[in-house]
Structure formats: structure tokens, C-alpha cells
């Protein structure tokens, strides 16, 4: 009995692992690249060349560095901060406001968040405040169920999210516990 190759469960298609690897050392070669302030300019061929891979490979799946830097941001604030459940939003959002300082105030992070917003254009934008909208939505949801009437979404990000990175990202002023804890302060009324 003879056996096509069309058969065959891996005729046409290229190893399982292949596409994860190389989007792995994508990744890594831009997020060096980027804390790296001596560094070449991001390009997609320095970014190729870094992570070992061909610069077709990289134009085919990202197609510019705005997109490729939105995929790194957005894999990199995906899940990196886990949302609190305190029993009290002011606990809530505090811990939360303190994770956030204390990620934006990473080199590395902010290197990635600035690289982002500067050649991701809204891509880049949306990138970089998509996560952080949902947990903010499921801290207030969570303030909700308790029977608590929380501001809106747009509110805690206009008092909590845009003080924190417009500081982080614009100034070189501290993110310090006192502060993140104030921008809360103001956010509930006292």
C-alpha cells in the first residue's frame, strides 16, 4: 500500500515550532534593540539581522516597525500585571496604580512603551492602553458587584492611567507610592 503525500499530517506544512521560534527572537532582538539607547536605528533589517532571521520574513509578518513594535507591546502588557481583588477599590485601584508605577518605571519597559508610541503611531496607542483598559474595566465590574458605584472607565483612566504614563513616559519625575496613592485620593473625591 503505497501512501500520497497529501496523506501524509505534515505534507505542506512547516514544522510546529518554527513561526513561535522566530517570533520569539523577533521579539527579543526589538526589545534589546530598544532598551539598547547606543543602538543602531529600528529598522527592520537591524532587527532581522539581530534576531538571526531574513528581513523578508519580518516585512511578511509585521510589514513596518510601527506594526511590529504594536505586536511586541501588546504581547509584552498582555497579562503583565495581574488585576488586585483587595476588597475595597481604593485597595484595588492603589495596588493596581503601584504595579503600573513600578512596570512603567522599568528601563526596559519604557523603553518599549516610548519606541511604541513614537513609530507605532495608533497602532502603537492602542497597544499600549488595550490591557490596561480591560483591567481596569474588571476592577470597577468587581466594585460594581459589591454593590459600589464606581466612576466610569473613562474617568479612572483620564485620573489614574494617563498621569502615570504621561509622567513615565514625559517627564523624569518619580513614580513614587505617594503619588500613584494621591492620583487615587483624587480620583474617589477625598
Do not use: N
Amino acid at each position: 500500500m503505497s501512501t500520497s503525500a497529501s496523506s501524509s499530517p505534515q505534507a505542506g506544512s512547516r514544522p510546529g515550532g518554527r513561526s513561535a521560534r522566530v517570533r520569539a527572537a523577533v521579539h527579543r532582538a526589538v526589545q534589546e534593540l530598544v532598551a539598547d539607547e547606543t543602538s543602531e536605528p529600528l529598522t527592520i533589517p537591524v532587527v532581522a539581522a539581530r534576531a538571526g532571521v531574513h528581513a523578508t520574513t519580518v516585512y511578511r509578518r509585521w510589514g513596518t516597525v510601527g506594526e511590529l513594535l504594536a505586536d511586541v507591546a501588546t504581547s509584552r502588557f498582555s497579562g503583565d500585571i495581574v488585576v488586585p481583588d483587595t476588597g475595597s477599590l481604593r485597595g484595588d485601584l492603589e495596588r493596581y496604580a503601584s504595579s503600573l508605577a513600578k512596570d512603567l518605571g522599568d528601563p526596559d519597559t519604557l523603553a518599549l512603551v516610548r519606541a511604541t508610541l513614537g513609530s507605532g503611531g495608533e497602532q502603537g496607542a492602542a497597544a499600549c492602553r488595550g490591557e490596561r483598559r480591560q483591567q481596569i474595566e474588571a476592577i470597577l465590574e468587581r466594585e460594581r458587584c459589591r454593590g459600589g458605584e464606581p466612576p466610569t472607565p473613562e474617568q479612572t483612566t483620564d485620573a489614574l492611567i494617563a498621569p502615570l504614563y504621561y509622567r513615565a513616559v514625559f517627564t523624569d519625575e518619580p513614580l513614587s507610592p505617594e503619588w500613584t496613592r494621591g492620583l487615587v485620593s483624587h480620583l474617589l473625591g477625598d
